[in-house]
């Protein structure tokens, strides 16, 4: 059974209110507005500011949301499924395994259990995963905190302004921004923890004021209408019953991309914030092709202070002039690149002996032999930022990674201007990396250099250089 207790004061002091059930208003039960700290026992609950469950409102969890159902005498004889509240994900295997349908609220009878899942194979049910960030006001994960579980335009209301020493992300794709409304200086962090120095060489020292997660909302009708499926991270859309049948998305936040293939294979089509209606998607990649959905990759390279990846870790998506600040100058034994090609350097602003990387784990015996044993004190990611028109202006796009077909962007034959922020990158005139190609190192280029070297809007793939 769910069971939360409100406090009056805080540390968990004072006079209580336990509740097992929703409650639409505190007034009768002589409680309003009097909450200053909260114990979840069991369950997810969701508070709101305001009777009937308005307002803003925040969820909060003990995880301990889920249930194997053979202990319940429910394995496999599940016909009809009726949720109440909340996001919720029914398996057809034991501990969350198999294939999966994710309900939110409503009443699910057993034809479309079947179409979906199958009929009476349901073994295993959880709240679906939201995204979930963690605020500490104070450095290694300690003191005081602040879950989210969507967009915070503004944490003042919420007592967290400017107070967040150490972060960690449990599930989702978070960007935090140093000023309210989500504007000023911001980081995007994937899941993991990100402690004091991190913070405070990236984006500042206590200075957070909004954070808010990638989300995208899928639709199997044109218009933005019909079923609809709303992601947070990656997934692959066979299990979700969604696959093949998308025909309209809309993106809230984040870079995403979806992939004709599962496992994020074949075609790919990447999105930016908006809405894309059936018209788009079909010129762009066809329709009802759709079969996985992911965040389009950043650049991550990730250092560990021991052979063999092993010790303390320093995650990086960005160019890092210093480490010192983060507490990891000269201390690297083992890389691992995941995305992107990065160059590492043995002195702070890029500076000293050299080594760029591709894709791939690089461990003690390689870096020592490459450049050194412990000597890596800053490092940068190949970035470049391609135009469709010139001057470097109109749309633009910024990447990282090799693109064997700009056709799948919807920026095949349209680059007038180029900028490339480091690297060095080979760029050509047809896809898969055939055909006349022009390699280009730090620098701006615009149409007329372009078109007297390769000839303009005729950029089809590109790939960064990866040198000695």
Request: proline fraction near 3%.
């Amino acid at each position: 059974m769910p069971k939360l207790i409100l406090y009056e004061a805080t540390q968990f002091q004072g006079k209580t209110l336990p509740l097992t059930e929703a409650t639409s208003n505190f007034f009768p039960l002589g409680f309003n507005n009097k909450s200053s700290s909260i114990e979840v026992k069991s369950g997810v609950w969701t508070i709101y500011e305001a009777v009937n469950y308005e307002g803003s409102s925040l969820t909060l969890r003990l995880y301990d949301d889920t249930q194997s159902l053979i202990p319940l005498d429910l394995n496999n004889c599940v016909s009809s499924i009726e949720v109440t509240f909340g996001q919720w994900s029914v398996y057809n295997h034991v501990d969350y395994q198999g294939a999966r349908l994710d309900l939110n609220v409503g009443k699910y009878d057993i034809d479309y259990i079947t179409k979906n899942l199958g009929n009476d194979v349901i073994s295993s049910v959880r709240l679906r995963k939201m995204p979930t960030l963690i605020l500490y006001d104070a450095r290694q994960f300690q003191g005081k905190t602040l879950s989210l579980t969507k967009a915070a335009s503004n944490l003042i209301p919420l007592g967290f302004d400017n107070k967040a020493s150490s972060i960690e992300v449990k599930s989702g794709v978070w960007t935090i921004y140093e000023s309210v409304n989500y504007e000023g200086y911001r980081l995007t962090l994937g899941v993991g923890k990100y402690d004091f120095n991190f913070i405070a060489e990236t984006i500042g020292s206590n200075v957070i004021s909004s954070a808010r997660p990638a989300e995208i909302t899928l639709y199997d009708a044109a218009g933005f209408k019909g079923k609809t499926l709303k992601l947070y991270d990656a997934q692959s859309l066979i299990s979700l019953g969604f696959n093949n049948i998308i025909s309209s998305i809309e993106v809230t936040f984040g870079e995403w991309s979806v992939y004709t293939h599962c496992d994020y294979q074949g075609a790919r089509l990447d999105l930016n914030v908006g809405k894309y209606d059936i018209d788009y998607i079909t010129k762009t990649l066809g329709n009802d092709v759709i079969s996985s959905v992911g965040l389009r990759k950043i650049p991550k390279l990730i250092l560990y202070d021991t052979g063999y990846f092993q010790g303390k870790v320093l995650p990086l998506s960005k160019a890092t002039p210093n480490f010192t600040p983060l507490g990891f100058d000269n201390k690297a034994s083992s890389i691992e690149v995941e995305s992107g090609v990065w160059t590492v350097y043995e002195s702070v602003n890029y500076e000293g002996y050299r080594l760029t990387l591709g894709v791939g784990k690089y461990d003690f015996g390689f870096i020592l032999e490459k450049i050194g044993s412990d000597v890596i004190s800053s490092a940068r990611p190949a970035e470049i930022i391609l135009y469709d028109a010139t001057s470097f202006k109109g749309k633009s796009l910024k990447l990282y990674e090799d693109i064997p077909s700009f056709t799948l962007l919807d920026f095949n034959d349209v680059v007038s201007s180029i900028e490339v922020t480091f690297g060095e990158w080979s760029v050509y005139d047809k896809v898969n990396y055939e055909g006349k190609s022009l390699t280009l190192k730090v620098g701006k280029y615009d149409i007329d250099y372009i078109n007297s070297n390769l000839g303009n809007d005729v950029i089809s793939s590109m790939r960064p250089t990866i040198t000695a």
